[in-house]
DNA sequence: GATGAATGAGTTTTCATTCAT
DNA sequence: CATGAATGAAAACTCATTCAT
């Protein structure tokens, strides 16, 4: 079954140069900020290099956000409501806690290699915010565990998931991998590299073959 | 077996002496930008706040290191060295390709739980480095991976190890998994953490669980 | 006797029509622009909070001024006028010296009063003209001043006003004293707090008792 | 007896080219900050033209201070240190209520008039102070006011300040006069301009022969 | 070794103003 | 009239680095 949720770059159109052009610049913005921030990281990342790329001048950037750290928190809250959207379609579909746990590893997993600039954000910059959007960043985070979280223990007692481990500790293997999938080898245009597709086949056999009740 | 290399933070020793005194100083200036920039990454840290914690004024900085970057390279390459004699320590005892695997997973991963922090910057600010020193860096982590491969390939290759997955897939599965160790329960002071030793044992059987030949 | 003259914020009624709307924003633009300027002062006024305070965005407010200092002279020019005008009255009047300086002041100061925050910029923000303006706010106040010296100067001559004391100086001290006024306590609603009548009757007061000849 | 608070520019030094001067600006910093900041405002003074004034490059200024705000509550902080120090000296000699009001005013007159720029940086740009620094320098602001409320107020109950007008209309009369000395005619090289002295015995006499009782 | 004033180039952010729609 | 994207210049502030003392 398909995931529905899409993040691509905005199609980027030719500047034909006559008049000034007064397009909508909001997703380039966005699309821009994730390129350089997931490549430098947030702090290395300056406004002048983002204003660069989305061609207007720094101070033009700041029609589209207030300050570079709503910037950021505005990726990061995309992120979380797309996981989180994706976290209610699965839960949707009533399965047994170790299927709908793999089912929900599987379309995180695709959301996070389709999204891999968006998602490395997500899970690396988060300390970068300040107050009142850190807190609530610290909650998402806390709230992707938790669900994650649940169905271990939902699987370790109907004994389909092992429990001769804690459930923290399968929990945070279990993110953690996922957190990875961005490193594993998919450069395209690289000889032979792997598709989406097989990364996170080859991650969910990995994680189930481990987690599963029997395995020791 | 108990592993002999050690990184810990200088224990705090009163100042009983000049020579006792410089020494110090020297490995708290290493210790101190550790602990800043695992805490808040490398372009987020500043030199006047290492210099704050060291007790000590920013300009006199300059006589430890010659300059942020070369201060970020040698907490790098210290972390290479240790990872590197380790390989070499298990590589010595000369064990089959799926247990000398476990065995060397097992050993970098209690390095990288008592270091968490230092691996927490070998692994994510090598970016920051740049032309010789980065070049350097980014040997080293295909050296790290290089060790990983070449036992999955071994173990691919006497049958210990499934090689329904591409063996590439498999090292950054492995890798991957080690990174984020760091971040696994263990805030010590809190009742029911973990050790070190646990959380290891907890990734050492997961893994092996997951790539044993025969898991599928 | 009533002085006719007003300037008090425009009555906030309903828009009944176009032409209302357009007059009432028109004036909306000016009051906002004093409520703000007067609290914050000219530099640290921005554009951008008259616009908020008015109900429209801020390219738009260039349809009713073509430039802020400008704008801050339409402010300091009514308050010019207006005061004249009490000047030209009160003259009319044809008092001896020393009643009509203590009617001029009186008459000034309740438009002082009623006008707390146009005058006060009137008094501070003369600075921040600039040429032509500049030269013109400036030859105002020094008519104004050189309203009040000619009937000290009089009132000295016939001896009605102390002449102990060097006309300039004394000048100065009732326009100061007139300046000030808007600092005297007037909260409206506090418990007992003063009414303008009562703030205008003391000011006069004690700038007679003070300037009257034979004091000494 | 003659007040020994001194806020003068520091000694223009000539710079002798030879090595980079390494004397200490500070004082030289809020001399130029005050020169500035009384010339065209807070809001309107950069930290270019102090630097420019000062000689240095602007980022080099924040060794003096951290941020301009608090270069401003410096300024003031130390107008408020003076001014008490000044309260305490005439408390100490233990004068009647008049004449202990009429040696406040004379004293603080002098200190303004000596210290013209800084008095009116005091007196206008507490708005532009925040948090904690406004509230504290507010606070100052009702000290000073009390003082005089106080003697205003001892000065009628025993007869010697006429009654007939509140307390705090006086006493804003007082201070308001007080605040405008430093715009009375006294440009030092115009040619028939006033002295400090003659000017404080002006507002001095002025006051008192309006505020004595059986004035009415 | 340590200091701390100074640099110089950078950072984020603000803001009056313009103008095509 | 009103919009709102964009400008361009300047603002406050930061920071790695140098160096005379």
Chains 1, 2, 3, 4 share one sequence.
Do not use: C
Not at 49 to 69: C, M, P, Q, T
Not at 107 to 113: D, G, I, V, Y
Not at 172 to 199: A, E, H, V
């Amino acid at each position: 079954m398909a995931v529905s949720i899409q993040s691509e770059k905005a199609p980027p159109e030719e500047k034909n140069g006559k008049t000034r052009e007064r397009r909508n610049r909001n997703d380039s913005v966005i699309d821009e900020a994730i390129a350089v921030m997931s490549e430098k990281g947030y702090a290395a990342t300056s406004i002048q290099e983002i204003a660069d790329r989305v061609g207007v001048l720094k101070g033009s950037l700041y029609h589209y956000f207030s300050s570079k750290e709503e910037l950021l928190f505005r990726i990061i809250e995309k992120s979380h409501q797309d996981t989180s959207r994706i976290s209610a379609e699965v839960g949707a579909l009533d399965l047994p806690p170790l299927e709908h746990l793999l089912e929900h590893i599987r379309r995180t997993s695709e959301w996070f290699l389709r999204n891999r600039e968006r998602a490395h954000i997500y899970f690396t910059e988060v300390r970068n915010l300040s107050g009142e959007r850190h807190a609530e960043a610290i909650q998402w985070g806390r709230m992707f565990e938790t669900d994650v979280s649940a169905l271990v223990t939902a699987g370790q007692e109907n004994g389909t998931i092992r429990d001769d481990l804690d459930q923290r500790l399968v929990t945070r293997y279990i993110i953690g991998t996922m957190n990875n999938l961005r490193s594993w080898p998919s450069r395209p245009g690289s000889k032979k590299q792997f598709g989406n597709d097989q990364i996170v086949d080859a991650a969910v056999t990995l994680i189930a073959d481990s987690i599963r009740a029997g395995s020791d």
